[in-house]
Nanobody, 124 residues
Framework: QVQLVESGGGLVQAGDSLRLSCAVS????????MGWFRQTPGKEREFVAS????????YYAEFVKGRFTISRNNAKKTVNLQMDNPRPEDAAVYYC?????????????????WGQGTQVTVSS
């Protein structure tokens, strides 16, 4: 089983930057790809970005392309989400998740382990 712990959330002003981090522990070999999702009250969890541990291929939702960057540190077993130029509509609880298929899927149904989430608030 993989354990995931997010950190780095908080209040950020629109246009500034925020960096989220996800610490991965446990059976990390069963987690060949990682993703970031977000959720607001009353809405479904939506895909933000994903990355493959091997090779580092990345995938992004259209609404964050050019603003957010997902990266990994294999030695530290962390996956980060650099949020540049955040907008008020980016405010949400952000979750990291493990994709055992390794594809870096955009569907939350393909992920089998989730962190507890970290709140991001963006002030205008």
């Amino acid at each position: 089983q993989v354990q995931l712990v997010e950190s780095g959330g908080g209040l950020v002003q629109a246009g500034d930057s925020l960096r989220l981090s996800c610490a991965v522990s446990g059976r990390t070999f069963s987690s060949p790809a990682m993703g970031w999702f977000r959720q607001t009250p009353g809405k479904e969890r939506e895909f933000v970005a994903s990355i493959r541990w091997s090779g580092g291929s990345t995938y992004y939702a259209e609404f964050v392309k050019g603003r957010f960057t997902i990266s990994r540190n294999n030695a530290k077993k962390t996956v980060n989400l650099q949020m540049d130029n955040p907008r008020p509509e980016d405010a949400a609880v952000y979750y990291c998740a493990s994709d055992p298929s390794g594809r870096g899927s955009s569907s939350p149904r393909d992920y089998n382990a989730w962190g507890q989430g970290t709140q991001v608030t963006v002030s205008s």
